[in-house]
């Protein structure tokens, strides 16, 4: 497996059901992302783990609950969703450094197609 | 508030050129990244510009203007697998990516 790996590529939940999305990136990087890709809408961040800390938007609802118990493994917890949470979930790596510069270039999954019945 | 804008959907032919804008308007600028993402795949990096000008790679080639908050990406010799959604993307002054919603190009033969 080389790059980021996501799983299950699409997901068909009802509104109570618990899921879990998962990220595998092999590239040796630092920090991993969630975003949301709803159709012609700019990609939605939604956590941010780097340097084995948690940044977090705190718009994002508590039904999405993520996880990242090393820096190669990365969840997001679905819990009670909602019709509107349908889209593309892309998880993403990069490699950052100590202090903020350069260029942060993602690496993207292909992406976990969530419905919301 | 932060802002990008890029045309929604633009439409060219098969060897022709396509130039895709990116307009931005954000809280600083630490760089401007282009992505390309073909249907059900993810996305992939193509640029990044942080000084003013052009940089080429191939076929493709983008531009910055930090004095104008404008970008844009130059395709040439279309081909039909360029057929995707191209991604504009702005890092503010707090290193905080900003999307733009993405150009879906359309290549006819």
């Known amino acids: 497996e080389t790059g980021v790996t996501q799983t299950p590529r699409h997901l068909v939940m009802g509104m109570t059901n618990k899921k879990s999305l998962k990220c595998e990136q092999h590239?040796?990087?630092?920090?991993m992302y969630w975003y949301k890709q709803s159709a012609k809408k700019p990609l939605e961040l939604m956590f941010v783990?780097?340097?084995?800390?948690?940044?977090e938007n705190n718009s994002v609802p508590s039904r999405f609950s993520p996880e990242c118990p090393n820096s190669s493994h990365l969840f997001l917890h679905l819990h009670t969703l909602q019709p509107e949470d349908s889209a593309l979930y892309l998880c993403?790596?990069?490699?950052?450094?100590?202090?903020?510069?350069?260029?942060?270039?993602?690496?993207f999954g292909a992406g976990s197609r969530l419905t919301v019945l | 508030g932060q802002n990008i804008d890029q045309p929604t959907e633009m439409t060219a032919t098969e060897g022709a050129i396509v130039q895709i804008n990116c307009t931005y308007q954000?809280?600083?600028?630490?760089?401007l990244f282009w992505y390309q993402q073909h249907a059900g795949e993810a996305p992939t990096f193509l640029s990044y510009?942080?000084l003013d000008g052009l940089e080429e790679k191939g076929r493709f080639s983008s531009f910055l203007s930090r004095s104008k908050g404008y970008s844009y990406l130059l395709l040439k010799e279309l081909q039909m697998k360029d057929s995707a959604s191209y991604l504009c993307?702005?890092?503010?002054?707090?290193?905080?990516?900003?999307w733009g919603a993405g150009t879906k190009l359309i290549i006819k033969p």
């Open positions: 954000t809280s600083g600028f630490n760089g």
């Open positions: 783990y780097s340097l084995e800390e948690r940044v």
């Open positions: 590239l040796g990087h630092n920090a």
């Open positions: 993307a702005v890092t503010d002054s707090n290193y905080q990516l900003i």
């Open positions: 993403a790596s990069s490699q950052v450094g100590e202090g903020a510069s350069g260029a942060n270039v993602l690496t």
């Open positions: 510009n942080v």
